[in-house]
């Protein structure tokens, strides 16, 4: 909770929007220091410090924006809110991408400014890596790529823009968005993650926004969706690429309206999310091609956080092979972990990795199952032949022959894109093969 000695920069030139924000903040125990331009602003700034700002679009000798810059540029850890006409998506987007930690609408709506407030305060009085004891889940790997992953998303944790998370199968997409959620102001709320691909596209909608009870066959009872479910947290869409078109369009209105409305009722609810999507495909394609709305991809892409694929990032192998082999102990229950031999490690710094992380995984955990001795060799890992692209040489535990994930890794997304298929198909023919 804000103490009194908490402070708030309110910056407008509308005499009534001033004192309305002044009474709401004095009512949480916060001080407003006001400022109706961009240069007093700047002024106020330089001569005490604050907890957050507020800050409306258009002042008389400027833009919000160029405030949100200056701050920063000088005050990095200093949360500021946009104010901005409503309905004007586009300036919000604007504002976020230039830094700003969230937005309200005119008129402020006061339930929803106190939920921002409350939120830009937590930032402030509260160490980004404190989570109320629980593990924080951790991206290891002391290369370059990954001290500048850790950076970005240190950074997006204290923003609320909705985050498009990019990269390959395997490459860590949903850990990222759990570590943005764990260091943010949402961390002691719920981290809600849904497999867009894995859902059956006439039951997706109910996933999302919930239903009532009749509104359609097999409604036996009212349903909670996902983004009630993730009030006051972060919901987690991954494979957004995969979702109908008919769902993007109530996905858009949700996103901009910040409400749902479930199947079979006629009113919207209002949900605190934050939202961030990933996806392995190319969404511009997807555009391009007509599978994804343009609008919709415009405002989930606010900012985007791009995965290393692990042949980018070959140094870690070593810390990442440690760490797997660990938690495949623990998980068999087995007293101590095996380990690599040199040539086994130089076998593993050398493979392309398509499957990424995932991949490397599954090979641990295959050679680990196959070993007999504390120690695994490079015979053990069963790797491919580096001259051929198929994996003849993998034992026949792994599937059966003709198993269609083998050459890929068991990279579910990946055989499905060979195969012509979707996940959902691919999915139910493995089951129906009884191939796990």
């Given at each position: ?292 709305r343009q609008d919709l991809f415009y405002r989930i892409n606010v900012i985007e956080l791009r995965m290393p694929p692990l042949r980018e990032r070959r140094g870690d192998i070593p810390a990442l092979a440690d760490w797997l082999l ?111």
């Amino acid at each position: 909770m804000p103490t009194d000695k908490a402070q708030a920069l309110v910056v407008d030139d509308e005499t009534d929007i001033l004192e309305l924000l002044r009474i709401t903040l004095a009512r949480m125990e916060i001080r407003a220091v006001t400022a109706t331009t961009l240069i007093e602003a700047r002024t106020r700034l330089a001569e005490q410090s604050f907890d957050l700002c507020l800050t409306d679009m258009k002042l008389p000798d400027g833009s919000g924006i160029e405030l949100i810059r200056h701050i920063a540029a000088h005050h990095p850890e200093l949360p500021v809110a946009m104010i901005t006409a409503y309905g004007n998506m586009d300036s919000a987007i604007e504002a976020m991408k230039a830094g700003a930690f969230d937005f309200v609408s005119k008129p402020v709506e006061l339930q929803r400014l106190r939920q921002l407030v409350g939120a830009a305060l937590k930032l402030a009085h509260r160490p980004g890596g404190e989570h109320g004891g629980e593990r924080v889940p951790q991206l290891l790997g002391d290369s370059l790529a990954m001290a500048q992953i850790r950076q970005l998303i240190a950074k997006l944790a204290r923003s609320q823009a909705p985050v498009f998370v990019t990269g390959e199968s395997g490459t860590g997409k949903e850990l990222a968005a759990r570590l943005i959620h764990a260091q943010g102001p949402r961390r002691d709320g719920p981290f809600v993650a849904l497999n867009c691909g894995a859902i059956p596209h006439d039951l997706v909608e109910s996933e999302l926004f919930g239903h009532k009870k009749g509104s359609f066959t097999g409604a036996s009872s009212d349903k909670q969706g996902l983004f009630q479910a993730a009030e006051g947290g972060t919901l987690f869409l991954d494979e957004v690429a995969e979702l109908p078109l008919q769902t993007q369009v109530k996905l858009l209105r949700a996103i901009q309206e910040k409400a749902v409305r479930p199947l079979g009722t006629q009113h919207e609810l209002p949900v605190d999310v934050r939202l961030i999507s990933a996806s392995h495909r190319d969404l511009n394609a997807e555009v391009e091609r007509g599978r994804f709305r343009q609008d919709l991809f415009y405002r989930i892409n606010v900012i985007e956080l791009r995965m290393p694929p692990l042949r980018e990032r070959r140094g870690d192998i070593p810390a990442l092979a440690d760490w797997l082999l660990a938690r495949i102990a623990e998980k068999s229950g087995a007293d101590t972990p095996r380990h690599l031999a040199p040539e086994a490690l130089a076998a593993l710094a050398h493979h392309p990795f398509p499957g990424n992380v995932r991949e490397l995984e599954n090979i641990l955990e295959r050679a680990t199952a196959l070993c007999e001795h504390s120690l695994i060799e490079v015979g053990d890992l069963y790797l491919p032949d580096p001259a051929s692209t198929h994996h003849d040489t993998a034992p026949e535990i792994t599937a059966p022959p003709t198993a269609p994930t083998e050459p890929t890794h068991w990279d579910h997304a990946a055989a499905a894109r060979r195969l012509g298929m979707s996940q959902r198909s691919l999915h139910y023919r493995l089951a129906r093969l009884g191939i796990e």
